[in-house]
């Protein structure tokens, strides 16, 4: 069985940082990739980042491009996703997902092509 559990959300004002982590457990995630996303209220769940667990591919989308990076320690089996300078229209709940193997590339960005989700956390952004 494979649960997944983030953490590391809060308030914070406008400049501030977070980091998030993305607990897994189970052998059956092996290498499977890693990928973050949010949904704020009234909107659908988009994608932030995506990365190869076991290295070599790393995919940012554009609304935080150059503020928020992806990372992960194999041997915690976690995943991180480091946000500076945060905006007010970076308020959302964020998700972790993973999967149990590679996924395509052109997939990487998609919800449906992860397997296993987290139950999310709210990062809010306000002054």
């Known amino acids: 069985q494979v649960q997944v559990e983030e953490s590391g959300g809060g308030l914070v004002h406008p400049g501030a940082s977070l980091r998030l982590s993305c607990t897994a457990s189970?052998?059956?995630?092996?290498?499977?990739?890693l990928g973050w996303f949010r949904q704020a209220p009234g909107k659908e769940r988009e994608f932030v980042a995506a990365?190869?667990?076991?290295?070599?591919?790393?995919w940012i989308a554009d609304p935080v491009k150059g503020r928020f990076t992806i990372s992960r320690d194999s041997a915690k089996n976690t995943g991180y996703l480091q946000m500076n300078s945060l905006k007010p229209e970076d308020t959302a709940v964020y998700f972790c997902?993973?999967?149990?193997?590679?996924?395509?590339?052109?997939?990487?960005?998609?919800?449906?092509?992860?397997?296993?989700w987290g139950q999310g956390t709210q990062v809010t952004v306000s002054s």
């Open positions: 990365m190869r667990w076991s290295g070599g591919g790393q």
């Open positions: 189970g052998s059956a995630l092996s290498n499977g990739d």
């Open positions: 997902a993973r999967h149990r193997w590679r996924i395509a590339l052109s997939a990487l960005r998609d919800p449906a092509s992860y397997a296993y």
